[in-house]
């Protein structure tokens, strides 16, 4: 029987995860990401009637990492023609790792999906051939969105990721090699690890993304962000491909859109009702946070929601 | 605005995406699919209040292919706990074609998931270890799902299919030598391909599958077959894995759990409410049917219905 | 400065590699092979005047295993036109452990070369074509060219490299799925595991392949068994392909033709001088002998040969 | 019966090979190598007694590109110990085209060879950490070995290199990523490209390389070059992965030790005897100059010389 969200079952159920902490590996291919505390614990609901429920820490902010990635999807969509993106990104998992150039060999440099490293890349790059000033336009949409003027990038991090980036500057010369890639790959590469850089708290990913949750509709505008097809299209993407090489077991268990970041931190969609946002550190053997995802499954099955 | 459910929308929609046909490719592997004619095009509707609408070849049979897939999985959920499934199969979209070899090798002979080749195997493996007689079963679960006592496997199909059962029998020896296949090849590949040689119309597949559609519970027993959970779980296994390498696109554009055989059948739900199927033979790149998916993606919008 | 090659160089040899037991591994894929002495050291030396030089368990026969893979090329050379044979195995190094599906299922059922187990396959696959009785047949031309009428299968290997098959039988079907493999899959495996199972010495060894050394000349026959230019042609092959994937490794330390069987033997052919066969069950990483290797590097030194 | 090697020799076998010019393709991946023009054809002998024989256009200069491989990793040599060069860099074939990167991730790393992309970065990589000028230092040492003190880059071909350096440039961040890569990926493309863009003809090839026929001693100084036993070595790598993905092909045809550009030039070597270059822009398959191979199979015939 399904129960009524609040703050208190939130709560039970952060209580109820927090002994999986202990279980999974926080990321420690950078030293600022390594350095975070293992046993942060948060959760915040959004619903489409602009109420908030919270518990843990669900304000402290974090670097969102790839959560990122649907954000500069969003970007894209406002200023590209559907048929544009499509050709340069496909919309199919990639049953591999997240940051693997096998496939992107094989399939002539058109990565898989815009989730994965690769597919977010062309999409940065995309961006830069058509906004002026990418970093600072992304901290205005969030801000806005979050309802919150000073979010802002972990230059620490950025300068991090960008001082470990070999491996992603593989993936950009490697699609470059196929003419793939327009702009100074350098310069891609520092947008993509500024949006990587972005912190923010669950609660305001909650609100962030709660258009999802909205035919498009923020709670701020008029005018909707998205329009509801582009909406369903992204949820779509977020199910098959949201989850690095676990979206079908998330997709098992939790039965949401979702997309997951390497900070631990996920956001989730129930369509027309709420966008929930968790984070946990420590993260799966895939890379998604591990009492995240177990906070997800236990409030889908209370709340009686799945998409499923 | 969403329109209402009934027979005059379908054949709107089949004429709609008759047009398709020439652009695709019917499924020429085995003599027996080549010589379907082309231009057979279907859909049934089938509502949890038990409703049926159809158009076009809807009473037609045809065979069923890896629609059957999820019928065997189906079977499998009764008879082994959840983690004996999955110990020996996954649960993540493959990300290649769907009877490659190349991935079950790297990953040590486990299928990425049921419903490409080497997972349904897997699952025809464990049914034979449990069930006295898997066809003959086989058999009883489908009449009693569909209502209809004459339904049977096509006895040259599955001939021809076992005739050309090489990639398949590779497919099973690999998996053998990792030491994840316990019964007898032939034995196992013959009940797999009398499961894909199955015929069905359109409306038996609509009817057959509404359980999908209404947690787990059938229009015929009392008892479910499966539990409202399993019933999510398959679900989502439809929508990261059910259309071969082309589960995103589905996604994207029909936004449903489905499942398609390269029979040129679509079996799609819209959870809580409906089972669909539609039936076109010709296939797109990634072996789903072409104007079986266009239909789909016309009914999701014209009925406003979509899981995201 | 180059030495003089006898019995007592062979043993100096010996004793200097003795220490290297222990390092390897003797192969346990099957229990006939897992219980050979570990031990076991022997050396033989033919040269084409007829000179045998020997040293340690030099008389005491094991399992050729896939020594053999030259031996069955030989006879299909003998049995097909140049271009028959190379249209369906390749010429090239594989990359690859010697029993992967990956680069065949890439390369469409068509192996790298005739000394990995697919190429060795097709091979014995064209002997069923056109002998009456291809084990028969082995048998006569090893015991003649051996000069030793009681050389004979194991059955006991043979039996138990059956029941283990499963991934040969795999890359069987595999090539039979590309129209690469015409005869019953289980025929040829078994002609193929006979093969395997051939008992010899490494006396038997460096006789039996003396007619590479000799352009194709054999010492029992008027007749050469193969060309001068068919000669030259498998030693190439050995070069590049017949270290499975330490080709070369082997070139670079030993820089003679080889192939090596996981049985531990290997022979070696300097041409115009010698042939070469060592024995020692121990394998190295990639599956060849670890102090065979070894030994045929100091005895490469010490008589100053190398075919670079 | 083998003849006498003279120039007149050689021109019959450029006469032999003429017709196959037309059937292979020049590289046109840059712009400079493309205007070759295609007809050119020369052939050249160095004999370890000092003489040298000619035909054809064997006194104009090309652009030796992948030849330089062998240069760069004599150079390596010399300036570090063995076991310092093959822990970064492997000794076997790859099975691969020469430009992969999929090998290169699932092998962490590690280029399989110094003759592929990946491996001769690496010793490019090694030897801009301890020469303090690499650039001038080869060209020191070619022209000393070719006796011709203009030898010189071809700026505008190196330019061009660069400019469409992008896969290169991906192999090199790709190893980077594993802790494979010291130095600036620029600097070290930029050294890389311009040993490719060394311009030789087939007579200064002939006698650069003598030193690989001749023990590591050239003709122009009394100490070695490199010592035997690394001739040796160096001989059994170009065996075995010196034509890209066509070495078997080589050793079967042609039996001899050789590496090729992909402008068309190829050396070969008769150890203890001679080196040979050929020059025909035309590329077979693999990227091996079409007529340069032929002409060698057709010489290493006549002459009777083969390492088999």
């Known amino acids: 029987m399904p129960v009524q ?30 350095e975070v505390q293992a046993d942060k614990l948060g959760i915040a609901v959004c619903t489409v009637d602009g109420d908030l429920f919270t518990a843990g820490d669900a304000q402290e902010r974090f670097s969102i990492q790839s959560i990122s990635k649907v954000l500069s999807l969003v970007l894209a969509m406002g200023r590209y023609e559907e048929a544009e993106i499509w050709q340069r990104v496909g919309k199919e998992p ?18 898989r999906n815009p989730f994965i490293n690769a597919g977010a890349l062309v999409v940065c790059d995309m961006l830069q051939t058509r906004l002026s000033a990418p970093r600072q336009r992304m901290l205005e949409v969030v801000r806005q969105l979050a309802d919150q003027p000073d979010l802002a990038y ?26 793939n890639f327009d702009n100074d790959v350098i310069t891609v590469l520092q947008n993509y690890f500024h949006y990587c850089a972005l912190k923010m708290s669950c609660a305001e990913l909650a609100k962030t993304f709660l258009f999802l949750a909205n035919q498009g509709q923020t709670l701020q505008h008029d005018e909707p962000l998205i329009t509801p097809q ?5 949820n779509a ?10 979206a079908g077991e998330f997709a098992y268990r939790v039965g949401m859109p979702g997309k997951s970041g390497v900070g631990g931190g996920i956001i989730a969609i129930v369509p027309h009702e709420m966008s929930i946002a968790v984070w946990c550190p420590e993260l799966d053997a895939s890379g998604n946070s591990l009492a995240g995802t177990a906070a997800l499954e236990i409030l889908a099955k209370r709340i009686g929601r799945s998409i499923f």
């Open 5 to 34: 969200l609040d703050n208190h079952l939130l709560e039970e159920i952060l209580a109820q995860v927090r002994p999986l902490i202990g279980q999974g590996q926080v990321a420690d291919y950078i030293p600022a990401l390594a």
């Open 230 to 234: 582009q909406t369903r299209q992204i």
């Open 237 to 246: 993407l977020m199910v098959t491909s949201g989850m690095y090489d676990g």
């Open 94 to 111: 990639s049953g591999q790792p997240f940051n693997s150039l096998v496939q992107l060999e094989l399939e002539q440099g058109k990565p």
């Open 154 to 179: 972990d230059a620490r991090i950025a300068k991090s990721e960008f001082e470990h980036s070999a491996r992603n500057a593989a993936i950009a010369w490697l699609m470059k090699s196929f003419g």
